[in-house]
């Protein structure tokens, strides 16, 4: 097991403002002031906080981003071993969910230095707060994947999950998102959209996930945060016929049949065989009905 040598320096993860400036902890305001190095998602950002917030950042800046990530950390092991306070900020919320940390956390971690944090805003933990949906159990997914195929594998893969889930995602791909989900979860699916928390225009949307199609169709602005309800366990299993309805469905509207069986499959908590033999049942009685199908 590695030890922290309590005379080294530290590195710090210090939770930043989601909007309001006033949520800034009198812990933020110390650190900043008095660390010998701040590494910043965002160094104009942490410059204006700093305004806001009335106080001189004295430490070195350093850009802390998350293409530059890896090449930062060698350097600040060595002053934090040194007996360096190194500050970790991002553009808002804790530092290393969803955002750059985790790779340096790591890295200090092994390298048996000391970390430590000054807590603060959250914005998984706020919009799940919000959302009036079960917080007892709840698991954390961040951004989907961008690619249309990937995301629809990633959510069917969710599909059965019962605890409630927290996503982020860009305003640009919402529209795209929302509707993915409701078609992996079902459109029934209770959800949440929180939108820019905290700040001026601050909005929580609650409904199905039909219903969150239908709002971000006219357009969203702001930063956003989805929280979804967990799969209620079917009392009964769907038909053959059903299953295979459901599957044409997502083939008719663009699906190829292998993610629609994925889906579907995981949407009931089946195995994708159980599916599949279904679907081609169905469709074989089918075409054994309507001979004239097999010719086109």
Known sequence: MVTADVKAGRLVLAGTPLGRVSDASAGLREVLGSADIVAAEDTRRLHRLAADLGIDVTGSVMSYYEAVEQARIPALLERIAAGATVVLVTDAGMPSVSDPGYRLVAAAAAAGLLVTSVPGPSAAITALALSGLPSDRFCFEGFLPRKAGERTRALAGLAGEARTMVFFESVHRLPETVTAMAV???????????????????????????????????????????????A???????????????????VNGGASRRDAVDVIAARHGLARRVVYAAAASQRRGHELENPSTNLR
């Open 184 to 230: 992996a979860f079902g459109p029934e699916r209770p959800a949440a959209l929180c939108r820019e928390l905290t700040k001026t225009y601050e909005q929580v949307v609650r409904g199905s996930l039909a219903d969150l199609v239908e709002f971000v169709a006219e357009g969203v602005r702001g930063e956003v945060t989805l929280v979804v309800a967990g």
């Open 232 to 250: 209620v366990e079917s009392v009964q299993p769907p038909t053959d016929r059903e299953l295979s309805e459901m599957v044409a469905e997502l």
